[in-house]
């Protein structure tokens, strides 16, 4: 049986800036509270994943995350700024509007 | 401003079937009730074109044309079967569900 597949992105008039990805990286830094945790989860390099956060935040002009040193043992970590969030959820929205509409049967 | 873009096909369980390039190249072919007029309107091959078309029939196991031989000058010509009708109509339906949710505005 035919059924549609697809892939999106979010873009500007610039041009492209958030595909899976990021947004999966991002969903797993939200996730484990650190760049090294979501690195991780996706079998990246710290460095790696790193420089996917700096990229986008040249393209969109705002910082994704807010990083800090923590007092605890191992501590220190990143959080999604509001900025960060929004792109999460405005992703999550779009992905769940094509994955309905890739739901439907063909007639 | 963020908008969502995107690339879609339709696919079986065995893989890829059908994207854009064969859409557009079977959509000139109805249009020009010919292969030659349909890869001309594209800037491809007559043989480029009927490879593509071999390529989707061997896919999906039907064919996809019914090419004849005209009397008039200039004859012959090329239609689109009922399962070629019908790959451009779901394809077509797709795209406009796709299209009209990236013309919605992120909240």
Chains 1, 2 share one sequence.
């Not at 059924?3 to 041009?15: C, I, M, Q, R, S």
């Not at 979501?38 to 700096?54: P, V």
Request: net charge positive; charged share 25%; aromatic share 12%.
């Amino acid at each position: 049986m035919l059924k549609p597949a697809y892939k999106f992105w979010l873009e500007t008039k610039e041009g492209y800036i958030f595909g899976k990805g990021t947004f999966e990286l991002l969903q797993k830094i939200q996730e484990t509270k650190s760049i090294s945790g979501g690195a991780k989860a996706l079998g990246m390099s710290y460095r790696h994943a790193w420089g996917i956060i700096k990229e986008i935040e040249k393209r969109i002009g705002e910082p994704l995350l807010r990083t800090y040193k923590g007092g605890k043992i191992g501590g220190g970590g990143a959080e999604l700024t509001q900025t960060g969030k929004n792109l999460i959820k405005t992703y999550l929205r779009y992905k769940n509007e094509f994955d309905q509409i890739c739901r439907t049967v063909p007639t």
